[in-house]
């Protein structure tokens, strides 16, 4: 087989894809998130969302994303397996069951069992959950939307890591002339 196909065929990926506001905040001081559609989108722009779904096999997400995006008043939203994190959630309910599993134990474990399953390119998605990854150095790309409000306070993106984690940034765009998307991909010199 030529290599090209083969390393593609087999790489492993877990990506971020997420929107903060301008200081740093993924939810706000009462855990809402209206204001990342506080910039006027008429033709509902999706800045890429779309083009990076259709990349990924399977969602890792924490308890309280999953739980966030089962109250939304809309038809469930992931085509792709989504692998919910939690050690307090007892079941996944009736509703979604087929489309969510329930997960939990060490993520080095979580992630090797998903991949025997076949599923390789990873979207990983909630605060914590995010931040339990990049202390075990286990993303590999981060495309972060800055919607430009500050909201002083609420659920961070990041938090403390035992040691700096170096990243380049492989591309830049400016959505409705107010949005900045970067994407940040891991280096490791290893
Ligand atoms: N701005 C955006 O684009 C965006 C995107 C996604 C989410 N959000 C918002 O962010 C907030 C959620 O963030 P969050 O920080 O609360 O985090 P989260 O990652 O969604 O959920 C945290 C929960 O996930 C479980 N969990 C995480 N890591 C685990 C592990 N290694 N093993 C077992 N369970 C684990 C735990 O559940 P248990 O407590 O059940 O053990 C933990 O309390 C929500 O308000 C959501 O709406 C915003």
């Known amino acids: 087989m030529c290599k090209t196909i083969k390393s593609k065929i087999l790489e492993n990926i877990n990506s971020?894809?997420?929107?903060?506001?301008?200081?740093?905040?993924?939810?706000?001081?009462?855990g809402a998130i209206d204001w990342l559609h506080s910039i006027p989108n008429p033709g509902n722009l999706d800045m890429g969302y779309i083009e990076f779904t259709s990349r990924i096999d399977a969602l890792v997400m924490g308890r309280t994303?999953?739980?966030?995006?089962?109250?939304?008043?809309?038809?469930?939203?992931?085509?792709?397996?989504?692998?919910?994190?939690?050690?307090?959630?007892?079941?996944i309910p009736e509703d979604y069951k087929n489309k969510a599993f329930?997960?939990?134990?060490?993520?080095?474990?979580?992630?090797?069992?998903?991949?025997?399953?076949?599923?390789r390119r990873l979207y990983i998605d909630g605060g914590a959950t995010i931040q339990g990854f990049l202390k075990e150095d286990l993303?590999?790309?981060?495309?972060?939307?800055?919607?430009?409000?500050?909201l002083?306070?609420?659920?961070?993106?990041?938090?403390?890591?035992?040691?700096?984690?170096?990243?380049?940034?492989?591309g830049s765009?400016?959505?409705?002339?107010?949005?900045?998307?970067?994407?940040f991909r891991r280096i490791r010199n290893d």
């Open 16 to 30: 971020v894809f997420i929107a903060t506001s301008l200081d740093g905040y993924i939810a706000d001081k009462n």
């Open 65 to 91: 994303t999953f739980e966030t995006v089962c109250a939304f008043d809309i038809d469930w939203p992931y085509k792709q397996p989504v692998f919910v994190l939690s050690n307090t959630l007892k079941k």
């Open 102 to 119: 329930l997960v939990k134990g060490l993520l080095t474990d979580i992630i090797e069992k998903i991949h025997q399953k076949g599923f």
């Open 139 to 150: 993303i590999d790309e981060m495309i972060i939307t800055v919607i430009p409000v500050l």
């Open 152 to 170: 002083g306070g609420g659920t961070s993106l990041f938090s403390e890591l035992p040691n700096d984690l170096e990243f380049e940034c492989t």
């Open 173 to 183: 765009k400016v959505y409705l002339k107010k949005i900045v998307q970067n994407h």
